[in-house]
């Protein structure tokens, strides 16, 4: 009897200091091995900065007039930055390495076409670490499979390589903070490969909003819906369907979520401060796991939704869907207090009367601020607020491709600062903040949508810069 009372006792005890700490106490309960309840909120672990670690914010390397690149992962995206990079000016491919002969090969032919000299070849899972490793390469260039986005990253920065990741540059918290650390420590980039953030309509956006057309921004949407039926056979040993399948959350966020941080000064005057997330059962992804894996379970939901919340009052949407029968939709918006923008599905604009300068507006224009702006209005505003960067390099991005050029965009504004000396468009924090939504979001829809706080990867110096810039000489 008194075993039984003294059970009881316990139990409301711990469920007391639960409740209190999920309702708005002090007491915080353990809740997974990085994270626990704090005052309502779902907090990761933040560990300090070690000594001899530096902030990155602003950083610039010593300029590199000839760049020395080596790309390690060469299956889907890597090719299309070899031959990209085969039309930059002050370059030179160093390496090529992957996990097939045939995927280098093909690479070494496109050099040999553009009349650029052979590459040093490497083929096999430890073979990128001979790359990293040489003392002729300046930057990695790195397009494998997700998981080993990090490690490949950390090592080549650890052998004094600036990197750069394609998307997402990590998928866990422990991997941002790696990431982060390891390019604090050892002073070197570390540029996640958002190309959305240089798309023309995005980059024309941030121009208008750093400009004010907008009014304050106030919310933000952003998606990466995408039905990969027609592609989940192309992934190296099915690399992505795998993940898909052990992975629950907005796994994929940062071509949304990118281009409207950029918008709204994340880490530079603003911050992200918290998010909920709640997905959908899975149905279509566990059908093609079933088909293709014999899977019996699939964590990740055919549609997720995500909430964010800043520092500065505003909200962002995010959405992810990559398995139901809709048109492609990386849903781009900003809704601010004097003007609207939208990419997806119809791409406009929307003002109050009186906004948009007399001097940029058609002769007899009308603007309505309850429709879009005609089609005229829309290609001025569009001339006239067209990105500094764009009006360097449109024409040749446009005629070289890549996702109709925001690619080689990125990849020149990546050699043009390097060579220059200057700060890269993207840093490590972006490449931190926008790829932990993925574990961020997960758990936050394991715990029925609870608030899930988002680390400070800058450690307090998120309010140092103000603004977005994209640096020039």
């Given at each position: ?6 059970f ?90 992957d ?9 070494q ?59 997402p540059?990590a ?7 790696q ?17 959305c953030?240089?798309d ?30 027609d592609?989940?056979?192309?992934y ?238």
């Amino acid at each position: 009897m008194k075993l039984n009372r003294l059970f009881i006792i316990c139990a409301m005890l711990l469920a007391g200091v639960m409740l209190q700490s999920c309702c708005g106490g002090e007491a915080t309960t353990i809740a997974g091995d990085n994270y626990k309840f704090q005052d309502g909120m779902i907090v990761f672990d933040e560990p300090a900065r070690a000594a001899g670690q530096q902030s990155m914010l602003g950083f610039a390397a010593e300029p590199i007039p000839t760049v020395r690149v080596g790309f390690i992962g060469l299956g889907m995206r890597g090719p299309g930055a070899v031959n990209r990079f085969t039309h930059l000016e002050g370059v030179e491919i160093k390496g090529l390495c992957d996990l097939e002969q045939s995927n280098v090969d093909k690479c070494q032919k496109m050099l040999e076409e553009a009349g650029m000299p052979k590459a040093e070849g490497y083929v096999g899972p430890e073979a990128y670490k001979q790359l990293c490793e040489r003392d002729d390469v300046d930057l990695i260039y790195i397009a494998t499979d997700w998981i080993h986005h990090t490690p490949i990253a950390v090592y080549a920065m650890e052998h004094g390589k600036h990197v750069a990741i394609e998307v997402p540059a990590a998928t866990s918290l422990e991997e941002c903070w790696q990431l982060v650390d390891t390019s604090e420590r050892t002073r070197r980039h570390c540029m996640m490969l958002e190309n959305c953030v240089y798309d023309f309509f995005e980059l024309t956006c941030l121009n208008m909003a750093q400009q004010g057309l907008f009014g304050e921004i106030l919310h933000a949407e952003g998606a990466y819906i995408h039905n990969l039926s027609d592609f989940w056979d192309d992934y190296h040993n099915n690399w992505r369907l795998d993940f898909n399948q052990k992975n629950r959350g907005d796994v994929y966020a940062t071509h949304g979520f990118g281009p409207v941080c950029q918008a709204l000064n994340i880490h530079r005057g603003n911050k992200l401060n918290y998010l909920v997330c709640m997905d959908t059962k899975s149905v279509l992804g566990l059908e093609k796991a079933k088909a293709k894996m014999g899977s019996t379970e699939f964590a990740n939901g055919d549609h997720t939704n995500t909430l964010i919340k800043t520092e500065q009052g505003q909200t962002i949407e995010l959405q992810h869907n990559v398995y139901t029968p809709r048109p492609y939709n990386r849903l781009y918006q900003l809704t601010g207090t004097k003007g609207f923008a939208n990419k997806y599905p119809i791409t406009g604009f929307t003002f109050m009367p009186g906004q948009v300068p007399d001097d940029v507006l058609p002769k007899d224009a009308k603007i309505n601020p309850h429709g879009f702006v005609s089609q005229a209005v829309k290609e001025a505003v569009l001339g006239a607020y067209k990105h500094p960067i764009h009006q360097e390099i449109e024409e040749k991005a446009k005629k070289v491709g890549g996702h109709g050029g925001m690619d080689f965009v990125m990849d020149f504004r990546l050699v043009y600062c390097l060579q220059n000396g200057l700060p890269l468009d993207q840093d490590v924090y972006d490449a931190a903040e926008w790829s932990c939504v993925g574990e961020l979001s997960a758990v936050s829809a394991k715990h029925n949508s609870m608030p899930v706080a988002f680390p400070d990867f800058t450690r307090g110096e998120w309010n140092k810069l103000q603004g977005v810039k994209f640096h020039t000489k």
